[in-house]
């Protein structure tokens, strides 16, 4: 009967960790839920990623949402898996990969790569913007 009860103080000391931001030694790195929550909302590129907006829901979940648009193009929905700490990844039909890390309250490191090999990376910041 001992065995359930140390399942059941794992799930508790993960619980509390997941509750206090605190992280348990587990040997591999795992999503942070506050974290990737700081990537829901309205972003805007500049510089070399001008003209790019992306809205990003529910990035703490297991089935995070994104809408991408660029310039003129009609918005895409890629599909979007997340990584460890605050990072979502999402692939686009085109090929392209780009991914968007938690940097600020207000600010998300952007990188976008071809689907070609030799394909440059393109690196960005994305700005909040203000919801309508």
Do not use: N
């Amino acid at each position: 009967m001992r065995a359930p009860r140390l399942l059941l103080s794992a799930a508790l000391a993960a619980a509390l960790a997941g509750c206090t931001g605190l992280s348990l030694p587990t040997g591999k790195s795992s999503p942070d839920p506050v974290g990737l929550a700081k990537l829901d909302g309205l972003w805007r590129g500049a510089g070399k990623a001008d003209g790019l907006t992306v809205r990003i829901a529910r990035a703490g979940s297991s089935q995070p949402r994104m809408m991408y648009g660029f310039r003129d193009e009609a918005a895409t929905q890629p599909q979007c898996t997340v990584r460890a700490p605050a990072t979502l990844s999402c692939k686009h039909e085109s090929g392209l990969t780009t991914t968007y890390t938690q940097s600020g309250d207000s600010t998300l490191d952007f990188t976008a790569q071809g689907p070609k090999e030799g394909d440059e990376v393109l690196r960005a910041q994305l700005s909040r913007m203000r919801e309508p």
